[in-house]
C-alpha cells in the first residue's frame, strides 16, 4: 500500500557555507524525493531553541542552537513513499564517522555537531517541524 509521506530538512549552515545546497538537493531528487516547498533563511537563537526542544537538557543543546543559527539554512519539505525513513537513511548516521558510504552525512559531514543536515525522525515530528518552518 502506498504510504506517501512528507518530512523535514534542512540544510544546515556548514554545508550552505560550502555551496553544498545544489549537491544535496540532486542527491534528494535523483533518490525519488520531490521537493514540495524550499526557503533559504536564517533563523535566531531563540528560534532554534524551540525547534531543538527535545535536546534541551542534553550538553550540547547550547552549542547547537547557537550553530544553527550562526548562517543560512536551507529548509526543506522532502515527499516520497516512506520519506521520514528513507531520508533518515539517505542522511546517515548522526556522527559522520559512523555513517555509510553513500550518505550525505558521510559525502559532506565534518563533524558530528557539522554534520550537514537534519532530518525528521517521525511521523509526529515531521508535522511538527514542516509547521514550524512552514505553517501559513
Ligand atoms: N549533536 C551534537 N553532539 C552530539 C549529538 C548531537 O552536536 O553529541 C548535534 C548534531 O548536529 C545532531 C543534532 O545535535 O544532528 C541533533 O541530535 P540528534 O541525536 O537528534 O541527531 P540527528 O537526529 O540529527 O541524527
Ligand atoms: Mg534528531
Known sequence: ???IEQTLSIV??????RNL????KEMFLNNGFKIVQEKKIQ???HEAEKF?????IKPFYNDLCAYLSSGPIVVM???KENAI????????STNPKDAAEGTIRKKFGISIDKNSVHGSDSVENAKIEIDFFFKS
Open 52 to 56: 531543538y526542544k527535545v535536546h534541551e
Open 12 to 17: 544546515k549552515p556548514d554545508a550552505v557555507e
Open 77 to 79: 519539505i522532502l515527499e
Open 21 to 24: 545546497e545544489g549537491k544535496i
Open 85 to 92: 525513513v528513507a531520508n533518515r537513511e539517505l542522511m546517515g
Open 1 to 3: 500500500m502506498n504510504n
Open 43 to 45: 533563523i535566531e537563537k
